[in-house]
């Protein structure tokens, strides 16, 4: 079993407490799923529970006790945070070294873990190789090595396509029998018939509601919505689609001919010509690892390439010239974080943007009231939840004097609420001129929003018009 009573916690530069005489218990072999809005503590709580607060994140905590398992594996938001060697091989052998397996069992029960999730990589691959679903998918094959008592998932397929997300909560499904399991998830659809309990907090990390999947669904449908959770009627509450058409589409222009975009030797994409204007918002898809990341990165000049790329006709290979019209935000929001509050991370771009302070405070506090920011205003983004961070990361993008934003996943792990938040804003900047092209996995963003769509497969980037990809 694992409990806590009466759990307090607070962050410390946070406006309130995250939770206040929280208690819960989960008995063995139960599975739990945790829902509630973006920044209620869900993942914070996954922490506690797990031995992590505060035995390796040392965070201001009382409680009149505490019950964890020692024998429990995690799988995080941010795959990144929990790998400790550079090489898959080297990263799964480690899980089973300090198990004591003797090295000539390792390579099977390896190979054992990578088929389960379908990570097909050789002896050498590099992690920081691998595309961000193919990092989840590592991530999950740790712990299917470690054989842990108790799973606590994170968001664990926030970053895979729709296949391979249907494919690994069934994976996942098939091995947890015997095991005890607590989900924070916005994604319900693959599991919400197979968890024995739904617990659901509020904005203030309270509990108000324990029961079954069913009873949830059927008495708590209006606050499923209002908290963001992706329940089977969700999408009745998206923001509407517009036609995108920006009447002055000449002010920019982005031009790629004749490229072939690499990673060392090995030639990933072939572009043969693309052309963007102003006011564009832009679709890619295609499976983990097909090169949708390495594309934003070579448009930002960031890697090798051979062919050329314009802006306004004018040749770009220079990453100070790509960041005077260009903003790419990435996956992994704490590589852009530069300040020590949420506030000024807006801010600054702001100031840069506006000639009245006035006016750059009024457009700040703007977009962080837009996007559910307001209340942490004031914390380090470091301290944010993993939503708030996407969020905060997006609004910088928003907040740059930039022509073209590079988005790169940018509504993983974000509940609907915000979800619906950012693509209103999307659809404010397009039709204000800015252009968006965005990697995402969702379809019903892909079928609803954009007006051109971009496709990544077997090393060639092709663009569908109509219901077909030419």
Not at 397 to 413: C, H, Q, R
Request: contains cysteine; hydrophobic residues 40%.
């Amino acid at each position: 079993m694992i409990a806590t009573k009466n759990l307090r916690l607070k962050y410390p530069n946070g406006q309130k407490k995250i939770f206040d005489n929280l208690s819960i218990e989960i008995k063995d072999k139960e599975k739990v799923l945790l829902l509630g809005p973006s920044g209620s503590g869900k993942s914070t709580l996954l922490n506690v529970l797990s031995g992590i607060v505060p035995n390796l994140i040392d965070l201001p905590m009382k409680y009149d006790a505490l019950e964890i398992d020692s024998s429990s594996g995690v799988i995080f938001q941010d795959p990144d945070s929990q790998f400790c060697m550079p090489k898959v091989y080297e990263e799964l052998a480690f899980v089973l070294e300090n198990q004591q397996v003797a090295r000539e069992e390792m390579d099977e029960r390896i190979e054992e873990a990578l088929l389960a999730v379908g990570l097909n990589v050789d002896k050498n691959q590099y992690i920081n190789e691998l595309s961000g679903g193919m990092k989840q998918k590592l991530a999950i094959a740790e712990t299917i090595l470690q054989q842990a008592t108790t799973l606590f998932l994170d968001e664990p397929t926030a970053m895979l396509d729709v296949e391979s997300t249907s494919e690994l909560w069934h994976k996942i499904q098939s091995l947890w029998q015997n095991q005890t399991v607590l989900i924070v998830e916005h994604k319900v659809e693959h599991i919400w018939q197979h968890v024995d309990r739904v617990i659901l907090m509020n904005y203030d990390g309270a509990i108000i509601a324990d029961a079954s999947p069913s009873h949830i669904l059927n008495n708590y449908e209006t606050l499923l919505t209002e908290y963001g959770v992706w329940h089977p009627k969700a999408w009745h509450s998206a923001p509407k689609v517009q036609n995108l058409s920006y009447s002055d589409s000449s002010h920019f222009n982005f031009k790629i001919q004749d490229v072939i975009i690499k990673r060392g030797k090995h030639h990933l994409i072939n572009i043969p010509h693309l052309d963007i204007n102003a006011g564009e918002w832009i679709s890619v898809t295609g499976p983990n690892g097909s090169g949708k990341t390495s594309l934003l990165e070579s448009i930002m000049q960031l890697i090798k390439y051979d062919g050329q790329m314009y802006i306004n006709h004018d040749i770009c290979n220079k990453i100070k010239f790509a960041a005077k019209s260009m903003y790419l935000v990435y996956q992994n929001p704490e590589l852009q974080f530069i300040t020590n509050s949420v506030y000024d991370e807006i801010d600054i771009q702001n100031r840069h943007k506006y000639h009245s302070i006035d006016e750059a405070k009024q457009q700040t506090e703007s977009l962080l009231q837009i996007l559910n920011l307001t209340s942490v205003q004031m914390q380090h983004p470091y301290e944010l939840s993993m939503g708030q961070k996407r969020r905060l990361s997006v609004a910088i993008a928003l907040s740059a004097s930039s022509d073209l934003i590079l988005l790169d996943e940018p509504t993983f792990g974000l509940d609907s609420h915000n979800t619906f938040n950012l693509i209103k804003l999307f659809q404010q900047r397009v039709q204000q001129g800015q252009t968006i092209i965005m990697v995402t996995h969702d379809p019903e963003i892909i079928d609803r929003y954009p007006n051109r769509r971009l496709h990544l497969e077997r090393h060639q980037l092709i663009e569908k018009t109509g219901d077909t990809y030419v």
